[in-house]
């Protein structure tokens, strides 16, 4: 399995931005996806996470209302779609694949199995 996210960029405080990851390897439905970010000097830190079939989804309260997860299976694809961007949002965020049971939606970064190599994201002020 090998994840590509692609998507960051510079954007001004209240615009929005979507971060995308791309899965290579099979069976891409039976992995629960999520996204994590760092920030310099900073732990890496849970986002937003996704079931198997996308009915579950789990966030972190500094994002809940503000960014959106979602998967295409087809396409075998993860988005995180951020709005209302803020400073404190800039870090470089990282999706990760588990896999998982149906209904699972995990938050715990080491219970992930693999990891992207990030796309950086900056909010200016």
């Known amino acids: 399995v090998q994840l590509q996210a692609s998507g960051g960029g510079l954007v001004q405080a209240g615009g929005s931005l979507r971060v995308s990851c791309r899965f290579s390897g099979i069976m891409f439905h039976n992995y629960a996806m999520g996204w994590f970010r760092q920030a310099p000097g900073q732990e890496r830190e849970f986002v937003a996470a996704l079931s198997r079939s996308g009915g579950r989804t789990s966030y972190a309260d500094s994002v809940k209302g503000r960014f959106t997860i979602s998967r295409d299976n087809a396409k075998k694809e993860v988005y995180l779609q951020m709005n209302n961007l803020k400073p404190e949002d800039t870090a470089v965020y990282y999706c990760?694949?588990?896999?998982?049971?149906?209904?699972?939606?995990?938050?715990?970064?080491?219970?992930?199995?693999?990891w992207g190599q990030g796309t950086q994201v900056t909010v200016s002020s």
């Open positions: 990760a694949a588990e896999r998982a049971i149906l209904t699972d939606v995990p938050i715990d970064k080491a219970r992930y199995d693999y």
